[in-house]
């Protein structure tokens, strides 16, 4: 079955749809704060194959490009001054890893980076109570995960590093939980407005899920192998009239700093997502809007098809399936807010295992738009080259450009053409139009090649491997092109299902 659309009737449709559901699109760019991600962190004790585990739907809106690079390691040869804004610089060493970057042009907090040292760090918006903005000119926002992500060589150091740079300059955004893993440990760090911060480490057989809240509640200082923060973080929060001890208890981070939804559960945008990744993964039956804890133990050891499944959940088979299995529209866009949504425009899945070859360690599954809608792709940190129809933009190491290509992203509008992201999101907008049949369409033309990815994996990593013991530079030859061949096919079938029908 091929595939036409009117594009007329198409955006009548999809005005006709957000008006109904509230999904309107926002501006993007600078202030899009808030976001509406999804997160899924995996301790190596808790997944299938002993690695930690990242899982993230990135949820935004606007006019977005999802544009990947590859950043070579560089030394600038001596300091260098980073501009913050406001008069105000920031001095490093000069010299910075490489790292796969994961980027939505014109957000300020929506970028993922992967660096060279297998660290991984993506974000959450949380709205805190936190309303005094304590900083030093502009404060950090999109420089916080760069700046680290140039200079952390595990996860423990990218907490450490980020926290520091948040009490030096303040953060200026509300609140925001970022997620920072490696091949060893996964950490979620909270971020207040202003100097303060929190993190706490996900223990080794547990998984943590959070939506658009912070999910930290108590804290033990004194157990400095799973937290980390700002010493005063209580007297913070009693000063700003967050905390009484006597009427309030132990000291709750969430309770705290949270900003709570007034809506009821089911509505609020929050408390289902997490709700359901506790069902999906825990096999419990949680109550919706319950008191959750930071992490549970999973019913069994977690893949990454587990999570990916978890990604392109919408609440089939409960009682919040509200298309009746597709038979009303898209699920993507009701009067609740689902896992996999509108606004999502990539999603990732992350194994990080120490016991594979470093190229190979932090392997990646990326879905470059709505998971519901694409693949996975296989992707891998340690590649040497992406593909052409990968990204645009340089990719030698300048803050000053890297700031100019992003937020004002002309160059990238000018040549998205030629992205597979372009392609795919076409095709997303085709499904999103007449959702049930095209799902089937889809099962039946696309999914079929990402099994056989996943089938396909291990084979490969196995002959990556025992090349790489002979010849490093025919293995990371073979590396550039399976991930090459990946988006290709994924590119020819993508533009195979966008042909018309001959009978239309």
């Known amino acids: 079955m091929k595939i036409w659309r009117n594009s007329l009737v198409f955006l009548v449709f999809v005005l006709f749809a957000a008006a109904l559901t509230g999904n309107l699109p926002a501006t993007s760019g600078r202030g899009n704060e808030a976001g509406e991600c999804f997160t899924v962190l995996v301790g190596k004790d808790a997944s299938a194959d002993g690695s930690v585990m990242i899982a993230h739907n990135e949820d935004d809106r606007g006019d977005i490009i999802v544009n990947l690079r590859k950043i070579k390691a560089h030394d600038y040869g001596g300091p260098r001054k980073v501009a913050l804004g406001?008069?105000?610089?920031?001095?490093?060493?000069?010299?910075?890893?490489?790292?796969?970057?994961?980027?939505?042009?014109?957000?300020?907090?929506?970028?993922?980076?992967?660096?060279?040292h297998g660290v991984v760090i993506?974000?959450?918006?949380?709205?805190?109570?936190?309303?005094?903005?304590?900083?030093?000119?502009?404060?950090?926002?999109?420089?916080?995960?760069?700046?680290?992500?140039?200079?952390?060589?595990?996860a423990r150091?990218?907490?450490?590093?980020?926290?520091?740079?948040?009490e030096k300059y303040g953060?200026?955004?509300s609140g925001r939980t970022y997620a920072i893993v490696d091949k060893n440990e996964a950490w979620l760090l909270a971020v207040l407005r202003g100097r303060h911060w929190y993190a706490e480490r996900v223990p080794d057989g547990e998984v943590a899920v959070i939506p658009n809240y912070f999910t930290i509640r108590g804290i033990r200082p004194e157990d400095t192998d799973n937290f980390m923060g700002s010493p005063d973080i209580i007297e913070f929060a009693v000063k700003n009239g967050l905390y009484d001890k006597a009427k309030d208890g132990p000291f709750d981070f969430k309770k705290g700093f949270d900003r709570t939804s007034r809506r009821p559960p089911v509505a609020d945008g929050n408390s289902l997502r997490h709700w359901r990744g506790l069902v999906l993964l825990s096999g419990r039956d949680w109550q919706v809007g319950g008191d959750y804890p930071f992490s549970v133990r999973p019913a069994k050891k977690v893949t990454a098809e587990a999570l990916m499944a978890v990604l392109r959940d919408h609440y089939e088979g409960t009682e919040y399936d509200a298309t009746n299995g597709y038979r009303t529209g898209t699920p993507n866009r009701t009067k609740f807010r689902t896992i996999c949504t509108a606004s999502t425009i990539n999603a990732f899945v992350i194994s990080l295992n120490r016991n594979r070859p470093e190229p190979v360690s932090v392997a990646i599954w990326l879905a470059l738009g709505k998971p519901d809608t694409t693949v996975f792709l296989p992707l891998y940190h340690g590649l040497t080259n992406l593909p052409p129809e990968a990204g645009l933009g340089t990719t030698t190491h300048d803050f000053e450009l890297f700031r100019r290509e992003h937020f004002e992203d002309g160059v990238f509008?000018?040549?998205?053409?030629?992205?597979l992201r372009t392609k795919i999101l076409e095709l997303e907008k085709a499904v999103e139009a007449n959702y049930g049949p095209m799902r089937v369409v889809l099962g039946e033309k696309l999914f079929p090649a990402e099994k056989e990815f996943i089938k396909g994996r291990?084979?490969?990593?196995?002959?990556f491997s025992s090349l790489y013991q002979k010849n490093r530079q025919a293995a990371l030859k073979e590396l550039d092109e399976y991930v090459a061949s990946a988006f290709k096919k994924i590119g020819r079938l993508t533009a195979e299902l966008l042909k018309p029908s001959p009978a239309e």
Do not use: M
């Open 413 to 419: 509008k000018a040549g998205q053409g030629r992205l």
């Open 458 to 463: 291990p084979e490969f990593e196995a002959r």
């Open 86 to 116: 406001g008069d105000v610089f920031h001095e490093t060493d000069g010299k910075t890893a490489g790292f796969l970057w994961i980027e939505a042009t014109a957000q300020e907090f929506a970028d993922t980076f992967i660096n060279e």
């Open 171 to 173: 953060y200026r955004a």
């Open 157 to 166: 150091e990218a907490v450490r590093i980020a926290g520091e740079l948040v």
């Open 122 to 154: 993506t974000s959450d918006g949380c709205p805190s109570r936190v309303t005094t903005a304590d900083v030093t000119g502009e404060g950090l926002g999109w420089l916080l995960r760069l700046l680290t992500a140039g200079e952390a060589t595990s």
